[in-house]
Each structure stands twice: as C-alpha cells, then as structure tokens.
C-alpha cells in the first residue's frame, strides 16, 4: 500500500509561484510514473502532468506547458510538481497518483493510491 500526501498549496496572486510535493510513505515510488491532476468545482478531475519512473521523461497538459515543472526525488519517495506564472484558472485541488497501468499518461483511470489533495487558490 502506497500512501500519498500532497502539500505545498495555498493563496497566491496571479503571476506567483508554488511548489507542490507529493511525499510517499508505505512503499517506494522509485518504480512507478506518478501524475498530478486537478480538479475544480463542478469540473472532472483533469490531468496535469506527469513523469517517468525515472525522471527523465516527462509530460505536460497543453494548459499548463511551459509553467510547470515536474520532477522527483526517489531517494525522498517524493515527487514536485513547480507550478509558475500562475493564472486564476489554475485554482483547484491538486492530487498525485501512481501510475498504475499502461498507457496513456493523461487518462486518470490509469493511476491509483490518490493522495487527498492541497488547495491551489489563484487571486486575480
């Protein structure tokens, strides 16, 4: 059993920056791809980006490429998720996952051990 916690949210105004991490505890992650995904009010949960078990590929949602930067520390078991230029429209709950299944990276069906997620509020 894998057990994800995310942290790092919070209130910024637009143009700031975050860090999100995901830390896992239970098991290693060093052999999975984890993902971030998003989801706001009365929106489907929508992915983010995501990385090899590696690090050394990475992925990106249209909305959020070249603003964001995903990576991992193994030897932490975590994952970071540099979120910058941040707009209003990037405000919602952000959750990791382990990828669990083969496949496309975008899909959310394909990951599990979701963590419960952090609170990103962008002020315009």
């Known amino acids: 059993q894998i057990n994800l916690v995310e942290s790092g949210g919070g209130l910024v105004q637009a143009g700031g920056s975050l860090r999100l991490s995901c830390t896992a505890s239970?098991?290693?992650?060093?052999?999975?791809?984890m993902g971030w995904f998003r989801q706001s009010p009365g929106n489907e949960r929508e992915y983010v980006s995501a990385?090899?078990?590696?690090?050394?590929?990475?992925y990106y949602a249209d909305s959020v490429k070249g603003r964001f930067t995903i990576s991992r520390d193994n030897r932490k078991n975590t994952v970071y998720l540099q979120m910058t230029t941040l707009k209003p429209d990037d405000t919602a709950v952000y959750y990791c996952a382990t990828k669990l299944h083969s496949g496309a990276y975008e899909p959310d069906y394909n990951y599990g051990n979701w963590g419960r997620g952090t609170q990103v509020t962008v002020s315009s």
């Open positions: 239970g098991r290693t992650i060093e052999n999975y791809a």
């Open positions: 990385i090899n078990w590696s690090g050394g590929s990475t």
